[in-house]
């Protein structure tokens, strides 16, 4: 509908000035902006909801299923996959359901550990050597640079032969070295937010340092730390599978997806299915954990937002 | 006049950049600004106005000199009381508008944070109501109070950095180059809102910018520095009507002007060769490489900067 | 340049301190002494006595630590339990072939698919190859090597016969551990060099170098590769490590002879000399890939090869 | 003088995930020979995404929706890459805003100077390239020219490596140089001195350049005429006097009087209020309409057209249309 322009169209408006500083967009946090970036991420979203569901059904298969996963049958030993044993049986016939999820459950609770420990020692470390500046970031990062020199999964090994073997001390041999990535990624965001404007500001404003920490640091350091979680998860759980996989991991009956890797790879020739169920739960862990990964990076890394 | 509010003596800023190499960002600086007054600062990229800003406003530790604000030494020991008075007395508008304000933190609260250390407000209601007469007196309103700051544009994000510098009723605010990332009619705004929040709040201003003809429409008096050193501090009309030091004849001339017919009448004096490296600077005048002028005796020691006419110092061996 | 290669010497030296003590300390809390307990108590006391005295075992704690410090200066990491009495340097070094050789290769594949798939992707941004590349990308971090080792080995060798499955007797052995290795530096460096070219294509030169008029092959190569390439030196240390270490596993999979299989092989027989030899050459040879790398780096970068004073600024 | 190079009603749109943009919105305009046109406008006006659409350098998602540009005789919006290939460097080159990152940092200055004359003068040897590289950097300015040439990006100053974008830009002599806020990163002594150089070499060779900028003095000192653009449109242009003493649009009133004159004394100075327009969904009528003190109804429906009040002084404004009460009630 053209409409016809008029001689009464040619009267002055009075615009206030405030509604010109109206902003046309919808109001929304940055949080909630990241939050609809990573929305449109379809794998990301589709890789949350797996990594949700392995969770819980790792958690749930093991109590329901009737078997338990040390429960051995010599009758049914190397049974292919049957409705009666979904996955089949392995050289002890136990039942490789519920086996590979209780494996899972090892497996997470290993990756999520070793990920929380490294979280934990690495901010700490990296946010007090960011923070207190000059002498003592000097000593602190002589300290990483002599441990950056150390093959961490060589000191893995060692300290799984000293300590006896099971989830602590996979946790713990892992934190060794692992923590030092968190650290230097978190020193380098805290150093960078340091110089910002608005941290001056706030040093202006009569802002206590603790305060600063708490309000300014922290939560713009947040992003950079859940990204480096979502990737030390997955390359915890592939470093305990490979513990297990060299015959260094658990120790039997107890099960994870590397010990059962193992095993599988034994029995290759007469029992294929034995390796090939745990590899794909493996691999399907870790590739969601990557792509969640990439997909948080490219929706809160302000970096990315350049 | 006023009283004088900030003195600052002979002060100098060096950074130890390695094992030999000296950065005198800035190098021996003396002014004072009075109540109410506005001294401008001006310089090319690399003549240490801003770092002598952030030293004055306590930021930088001074490496030699005073700074003294209304009796209190800002440069040296202070008691808690008086760190706290600075605290709320001196404030700072920076120049970057997407990175002076916090990303994760509403506008609300970044605003606030200056009332909520210093206690000036006795409840949450009270609080949010100095915010929204703050956002009002910078030409936002309660609208803008919840939103975050990447959902501003330059200019308003700008006034924010204003609102919160004023939320301590300061009297003396450093302007670090407020303007200089925004675009020319944004410019004019901010710049006009700052002369009149200085008429109702009797504020003292140091504007510190590149852009010469903003400053001179903001200073009552302009400084002008080069190489860590002020070489010409006069009234703005006098500057511009008698420039005397050969850098600030050749940066007036320099800048063109938007008026064509102006422009085609002027003749240029146009600077050879470009700003020397700042570090390990020589001890004479910073300016005789590139300058006319030059004589034996400009290598001989920084010139002193003398007041040749009432108001009117300059830095320069010739014009003394 | 000198001096910064000084200061990285220094760090290594202290580094392998660190390792050195380390590696005692887990000697002497390791379970079982270094030969069978059952043999051990056979022994009469005085044969016990001399057995341990000749391992030097009776001494203090400090002695045996600086005996010990001063054989692994002289490079003399002791005997090898397994292989009764080989000094263990020159186990190690007769063990080195197979592994470089299958680590050569596994890097040299990856990396040549992994860059160029990574820079087809980076070029033809959201195309397929692009799509392609992310998951191949995915895949190659997410499959552990040694499922992939296995899996090839009993597929591609035992059912289909192409290649022999395992032992070293020709160059064909090699092929499957290589392939198996390969995945994961081709991964990380599709990965890497697909964010740094992206990277690369939205810096301002690229804008003026378009604006010249050139084809898209040179823009490619003279300007946006020229650029990209540069940093992938800085991943190539970690990615030789990743492979050092996924050895381990590939190595006891197709039984190769080589120090991957070796380390595996003594953690299962306590031969802790060999151990602790392995421990400190691994170290050493990471370090010294760093280092090649960063001064690598910064040959071939410009902007901090040719320091040079900047006129004015 | 004949034209050289004539935009006729050119719409470019980009596509975001952030929405579509209507960067440029139907703009016109001719260069004549040896001329210097400047186009003023502050971000967001879309007069730097125009020049690109006419260097065929769109950003990704960047498209040229209508809307024709003629270069003697032919129309190079339509071409095809390689054609456009021809004419980059050759007929029409570009300097860029930022000289830190203008240049490539792993490739020595004259190698990038030569790589200009390889692509389009194949017949030149490499020792003639080297010579001509040598001369240019000469003619920019630059002192000791064999010792810089050798030497990288990272080695010179801001205003040295504008100089060096400079030659690389006229190594071919193009007919058209268009700037793309040349000075704008440089400060005030730097600036004036490359004004200088481009005002010297245009008189030498004859070069017709196109100034893109939002600082009037330097319109002022180096412009012959204007093209003042807002919300992606065209709002005034005109001789630079005209445009400067005798300006039409409110909005070019408006800029001018944002900027201290260094005569006046004391001067009031107007601010305009409110901020640009979203090009995202762009305001129906004249973009200016939210932010014009004359703003009438018609300005909110429609968009002004062309008002033509000399052969080279143009404006688009509702306020020149003789129902708007006998015309012209400027400021």
Not at chain 4, 118 to 141: F, I, S
Request: proline share 5%.
């Amino acid at each position: 509908m053209q409409e016809k322009i008029t001689q009464d169209m040619f009267v002055p408006v009075r615009s206030d000035a405030h509604k010109q500083e109206y902003i046309a967009r919808k109001h929304h946090s940055a949080f909630h902006d990241g939050w609809i970036r990573l929305r449109k991420n379809k794998a990301a979203v589709v890789c949350a909801v797996l990594i949700v569901v392995i969770t819980v059904m790792s958690i749930i298969v093991p109590y329901t299923s009737p078997y338990a996963y040390y429960e051995t049958d010599y009758k049914h030993k190397m049974n292919a996959p049957s409705s009666e044993h979904i996955f089949g049986t392995d050289l002890f016939g136990r039942d490789q359901w519920t086996r590979v999820w209780y494996g899972t459950r090892i497996s997470l609770l290993i990756g999520l550990a070793a990920a929380l420990i490294n979280l934990v020692i690495g901010v700490f470390y990296g946010a007090i050597s960011a923070i207190a500046g000059g002498k003592v970031d000097a000593v602190m990062q002589r300290i990483i640079e002599v441990l950056v020199g150390i093959p961490s999964l060589i000191i893995v090994i060692l300290f799984m032969m000293v300590l006896p073997p099971g989830v602590g001390t996979i946790v713990a041999a892992m934190a060794v070295t692992g923590w030092v990535n968190m650290a230097r990624l978190v020193r380098a965001q805290i150093l960078k937010l340091k110089n910002q404007e608005f941290v001056l500001a706030a040093q202006l404003l009569g802002t206590s340092r603790w305060k600063t920490i708490l309000r300014h640091l922290i939560p713009n350091t947040i992003s950079v730390i859940v990204i480096q979680v979502m990737f030390a998860i997955p390359s915890a759980i592939f470093t305990e599978a490979f513990l297990s996989f060299i015959g260094v991991g658990l120790a039997e009956p107890k099960a994870s997806l590397g010990v059962l890797i193992n095993n599988g790879y034994k029995a290759l020739r007469s029992a294929p299915f034995l390796l090939i169920y745990p590899a794909i739960a493996i691999v399907l862990i870790m590739v969601c954990f990557s792509i969640v990964g990439d997909g948080l990076r490219d929706a809160f890394d302000p970096r990315m937002k350049r | 006049m006023a009283e004088e509010i900030l003195k600052v003596e002979n002060l100098a800023r060096h950074f130890t950049l390695g094992k030999k190499q000296v950065l005198k960002a800035v190098d021996g600086v003396s002014f004072s600004i009075k109540r109410g007054e506005t001294l401008g600062l001006v310089g090319e990229s690399g003549c240490g106005k801003s770092t002598l800003g952030r030293t004055v406003i306590g930021l930088y530790p001074p490496t030699a000199g005073k700074i003294t604000f209304d009796g209190i030494d800002v440069g040296g020991k202070k008691t808690s009381a008086q760190r706290d008075e600075l605290s709320r007395r001196m404030q700072m508008i920076f120049q970057d508008p997407y990175t002076s304000l916090n990303p994760r933190m509403k506008v609300l609260d970044i605003i606030a944070e200056g009332i909520d250390n210093h206690h000036l407000a006795a409840n949450r209601a009270e609080r949010t109501r100095m915010v929204v007469e703050l956002l009002r007196s910078v030409g936002l309103d309660e609208e803008h109070a919840n939103r975050y700051p990447h959902e501003f544009s330059g200019g308003q994000r700008q006034r924010v950095g204003i609102a919160r510098a004023l939320s301590v009723n300061p009297d003396f605010i450093i302007a670090d180059e407020p303007i200089s990332a925004l675009d020319v009619s944004i410019q004019a705004q901010v710049v006009n809102l700052l002369k009149s929040l200085q008429k109702k709040r009797n504020l003292t201003y140091l504007f510190i910018a590149h852009d010469l003809s903003m400053v001179k429409y903001i200073s009552d008096r302009i400084g002008v520095m080069y190489l860590g050193n002020l070489v010409e501090l006069a009234d703005s009309d006098e500057l511009f009507a008698h420039p005397l030091h050969p850098y600030t004849q050749a940066l007036l001339s320099a800048i063109p002007l938007p008026d064509p017919r102006a422009e085609r009448g002027r003749s240029r004096i146009v600077l050879e060769g470009s700003v020397s490296s700042p570090i390990n600077l020589p001890d004479c005048c910073r300016f005789c490489s590139r300058c006319q002028s030059k004589g034996k005796e400009c290598e001989k020691g920084i010139p002193p900067l003398v007041e040749v006419r009432p108001g009117h110092f300059v830095a320069c061996c010739h014009v003394v | 340049m000198a001096r910064y290669i000084g200061r990285r010497l220094l760090y290594m030296i202290v580094t392998l301190f660190v390792i050195v003590v380390l590696t005692f300390v887990l000697m002497k809390i390791l379970p079982g002494s270094p030969f069978d307990t059952e043999r051990f108590e056979k022994l009469t006391p005085e044969q016990q006595a001399a057995a341990l005295e000749r391992y030097g075992l009776d001494k203090p704690i400090p002695v045996q630590f600086l005996r010990y410090l001063g054989n692994t200066l002289r490079g003399d990491l002791g005997t090898s339990f397994y292989y009764t009495n080989i000094p263990v340097t020159r186990v190690i070094f007769s063990r080195l072939g197979p592994s470089m050789l299958v680590g050569a290769q596994a890097i040299l594949v990856g990396l040549a698919i992994g860059l160029s798939l990574g820079i087809v992707a980076a070029c033809r941004h959201n195309g397929f190859v692009d799509n392609f590349t992310m998951v191949i990308a995915v895949l190659g971090i997410s499959v552990p090597n040694f499922v992939v080792a296995a899996l090839l080995q009993y597929y591609v060798g035992l059912k289909l016969g192409w290649l022999p499955i395992g032992f070293w007797k020709t160059w064909s052995c090699s092929v499957l551990p290589s392939l198996a290795l390969c995945f994961q530096p081709l991964a990380t460096a599709a990965r890497f060099i697909r964010t740094e070219t992206l990277d690369v294509l939205q810096q301002d030169y690229i804008v003026t170098a378009r604006s010249k008029g050139m084809s898209q092959a040179r823009l490619l190569l003279k300007h946006t590769l020229r650029n990209s390439i540069i940093p992938v030196i800085t991943i190539m240390a970690s990615m030789v490590v990743n492979l050092l270490t996924g050895s381990l596993a590939i190595e006891s999979i197709f039984s190769i002879p080589g120090i991957g299989g070796l380390f595996t092989e003594s953690v299962k027989n306590n031969d802790y000399n060999v151990i602790m030899g392995l421990t400190m050459f691994y170290s050493l040879f990471y370090m010294l890939t760093i280092l090649l790398a960063d001064v690598t780096y910064s040959l071939v970068d410009p902007r901090i090869r040719v320091a040079g004073e900047k006129e004015g600024e | 003088m004949n034209k050289l190079l004539e935009v006729r009603n050119m719409s470019v749109s980009i596509h975001t995930d952030g929405g579509v943009i209507q960067a440029v919105r139907g703009v016109s305009f001719d260069l004549r020979e040896g001329e210097t046109l400047a186009i003023v406008g502050e971000s967001g006006s879309g007069k730097s995404i125009t020049n690109k659409a006419i260097m065929g350098l769109l950003p990704v998602g960047g498209r040229i929706d209508s809307g024709e540009v003629i270069l003697n005789g032919r129309d190079i919006a339509h071409c095809t890459e390689k054609q456009m290939r021809e004419i980059r460097g050759a007929e029409i080159s570009m300097i860029f805003q930022d000289p830190l990152t203008s240049l490539n940092p792993t490739m020595t200055v004259g190698k990038q100077i030569s790589e200009m004359l390889l692509l389009h003068k194949p017949q030149m040897t490499k020792e003639q390239r080297y010579n001509r590289a040598l001369e240019l950097l000469d003619m920019v300015g630059i002192p000791n020219p064999k010792e810089r040439c050798a030497q990288y990006p990272h080695q010179f100053s801001g205003g040295m490596r504008q100089r060096v974008m400079i030659s690389i830009a006229l190594a071919c002599e193009p007919r058209i140089l268009i700037a793309d806020e040349p000075t704008t990163a440089l400060d005030v002594t730097i600036q004036a001195q490359i004004l200088d150089l481009m005002k010297a070499l245009q008189k030498k060779t004859n070069t017709s350049i196109i100034l893109v900028t939002h600082n009037l003095g330097v319109v002022s000192s180096v412009a012959d005429r204007v093209l003042v653009m807002y919300g992606g449109r065209f709002a005034e242009t005109g001789e630079l006097d005209e445009v400067f003493y005798d300006m039409k649009h409110p909005y070019t009133q408006g800029l001018l009087n944002s900027i201290p004159n260094l005569q006046l004394q004391d001067q009031a100075l107007y601010s305009i209020p409110g901020t640009p327009p979203d090009l995202i969904n762009p305001p129906h009528g004249c973009p200016f309409a939210a932010r014009c003190e004359h703003c009438m109804r018609v300005c909110q429906k429609f968009q002004p057209p062309e008002f033509t009040f000399s052969e080279t002084h143009k404006a688009s404004c509702w306020l020149y249309d003789e129902r708007a009460k006998g015309g012209a009630q400027n400021g």
